[in-house]
């Protein structure tokens, strides 16, 4: 029969043995909720880029249609001021042509601070440490 002493190192040795195995367990349930978190995340992102992509198609349409017209506008008419001002509507064209091409291509995103509290995802650069 064991003594009290060697009863006391073989509990020690099973409390240690047991406080590895519950840091194990936590380590790992903290690896799940991680992995859970970059699920989570890595969905609401790709339903964020299909609707850009969906946004962006639907844009482009119309933008197509007042491209042309611009164009149109512009061969036939010798005014300066019109001419002027259908240059500015196909700069502003082209811009927002722009803008539809880099949420398309947009595959990581950063946010910045818009009105009170709200954040909007800022297109025009990649994110903290992401070079492009």
């Known amino acids: 029969m064991k003594g009290t002493a060697g009863i006391n190192r073989e509990l020690l040795r099973e409390i240690a043995t047991l406080k590895r195995r519950v840091q194990e367990l936590e380590e790992l349930r903290a690896g799940y909720r991680k992995a859970e978190e970059e699920e989570r995340h890595s969905a609401r992102l790709s339903a964020a880029l299909e609707m850009a992509g969906a946004i962006c198609h639907e844009v482009n349409q ?16 010798t005014d300066d001021r019109t001419r002027e001002a259908l240059e500015m509507m196909n700069e502003q ?21 818009y009105i009170g509290n709200i954040k909007i995802t800022d297109i025009g650069r990649p994110p903290e440490g992401d070079a492009r």
Do not use: C, F, W
């Open 93 to 113: 064209v082209q811009r927002i042509g722009a803008i539809t091409r880099e949420l398309m291509g947009l595959k990581k995103y950063s946010n910045r601070d």
């Open 62 to 77: 119309p933008l197509q249609i007042i491209s042309a017209r611009i164009y149109l506008l512009s061969m036939d008419n």
